[in-house]
């Protein structure tokens, strides 16, 4: 197999057969959705600050002046990590513990926002909002570097592959919290 990327090792001439080393070199470089993926990972603390922002200008929170940040954030970390998961992942539905763990912290979070008398728009408006936030997180990340210019559009479905289904979990929840 000779190498595709118009470049040789030193002491290689062109079309020479790939080394074991340029196969090892070439498996260890980082597709750009996993580069992404890490960059969001890193950043997942201005994230869920950005996200804080955004949803304590909600009606329902300005008006709720007893509730704090730590409050407000409870359970948002752990969310946000299975959903970096599942976007890291090229299929995350074949990741059935992935898909449950994230299908139980949206319930979690659907049940405290009954329990905490928030109504269901509240709860899709901060899940939407997250959303919002981890897309406005990828643009930042890839806008600069051209190497990233088609993963948006890959990551994008990816994020309405996870959301789609984990506003349904936490939406029934909430509905059966009501229920009780």
């Known amino acids: 197999m000779s190498t595709e990327f118009g470049h040789h090792f030193a002491g290689l001439p062109k079309g020479t057969e790939t080394t074991q080393l340029e196969d090892d070199l070439t498996a260890a470089t980082p597709t750009p959705e996993a580069r992404v993926t890490h960059a969001l990972q890193e950043q997942s603390s201005r994230i869920l600050a950005n996200w804080a922002l955004r949803v304590s200008t909600f009606p329902t929170f300005r008006a709720t002046p007893d509730i704090n940040?730590?409050?407000?954030?409870?359970g948002l970390p752990e969310l946000l990590d299975a959903l970096l998961g599942a976007i890291a992942t090229p299929d995350p539905a074949l990741d059935p513990i992935l898909q449950s763990r994230i299908a139980d912290l949206a319930e979690t979070q659907g049940r405290k926002w009954a329990t905490d008398g928030?109504?269901?728009?509240?709860?899709?408006?901060?899940?939407?909002?997250?959303r919002a936030e981890l897309w406005a997180a990828i643009l930042r990340i890839t806008e600069d570097d051209p190497t990233l210019a088609g993963t948006p559009l890959l990551l994008q479905e990816r994020l309405r592959a996870a959301f789609d289904p984990l506003i349904v979990d936490a939406a029934e929840a909430w509905v059966e919290t009501q229920r009780q």
């Open 69 to 74: 940040l730590a409050q407000l954030q409870e």
């Open 118 to 130: 928030f109504s269901i728009g509240v709860l899709i408006s901060e899940l939407n909002e997250l």
